[in-house]
């Protein structure tokens, strides 16, 4: 596999619940779609607890002094809680994706328009497309994608059989988004020590818990004001490792 095949995977499923949704329109029951989002949940639970593993692998525990492998998780996760309620990143995620809404409506747009702009938001604004495309780039499997994938196909199907043929093309700016996270993640991968990319790895993995509880319906976790956490874990445990 080739950097990048997540988010070609996730156009493709983007495309094909679109062209699925204009052909069937709505005919999965309201409980059905209750039951497949339950499902989603719980693999994406399964796909957290893959992330964690690192979090005791040796190449993690042995880089940090007793007792740090689990602070720096956590530090990283207060102080990126900390900068990300500050910056009012999630109120912000929600308030740009309402904010565009609202202007393309103001304007009276095609439908087509609409489904673009709705689309392209509800696909690319959010934890899980910066996540596993971050991962994919450092190479470390694309299950986050895959996962969002299966995501962006129902929902792209339920859209689009209203919406119309917008939601497809809304692939082409989930693919440029998703292929600059992967860029970056490919960087990342190239200059980090491999127990700092394990830090980011876990605190990922504990984001993806929080995504999981979302879409079970446990408990709204504010995870786009955890992202800032994700830069601060590699940086921390490098600290961690050199000072302490």
Not at 24 to 35: A, E, Q, V
Not at 128 to 137: C, N
Not at 193 to 214: E, N
Request: hydrophobic share 55%.
């Amino acid at each position: 596999m080739f950097p990048g095949i997540g988010t070609l995977i996730n156009i493709i499923a983007i495309i094909g619940g679109a062209v699925l949704g204009i052909v069937i329109g709505h005919r999965l029951s309201t409980r059905t779609r209750t039951l497949l989002t339950d499902v989603l949940g719980l693999a994406t639970l399964i796909g957290a607890a893959s992330a964690l593993i690192p979090m005791w692998s040796s190449r993690y525990v042995d880089s940090l002094p007793t007792g740090w492998p689990l602070l720096v998780v956590l530090g990283s996760l207060v102080c990126g809680g900390l900068i990300g309620s500050a910056l009012k990143l999630e109120d912000r995620l929600d308030h740009l994706g309402e904010n565009l809404r609202q202007r393309f409506r103001a304007s009276q747009e095609s439908q087509f328009v609409e489904g673009f702009v709705t689309a392209s938001l509800l696909f690319a604004i959010g934890p899980l497309a910066i996540l596993g495309s971050i991962s994919d780039g450092m190479s470390n499997g694309i299950d986050q994608l895959l996962l969002k994938s299966v995501l962006d196909f129902f929902a792209a199907m339920a859209f689009a059989s209203s919406l119309g043929w917008g939601v497809a093309v809304a692939a082409i700016p989930v693919g440029v988004y998703q292929g600059l996270w992967t860029f970056i993640g490919l960087v990342l991968g190239e200059i980090l020590a491999g127990y700092q990319v394990d830090a980011m790895t876990v605190v990922g993995g504990v984001l993806l818990i929080g995504i999981g509880m979302r879409l079970l319906n446990i408990k709204h976790v504010a995870v786009g004001n955890l992202l800032p956490a994700l830069a601060i874990a590699p940086l921390l445990a490098m600290l961690v490792n050199s000072f302490i």
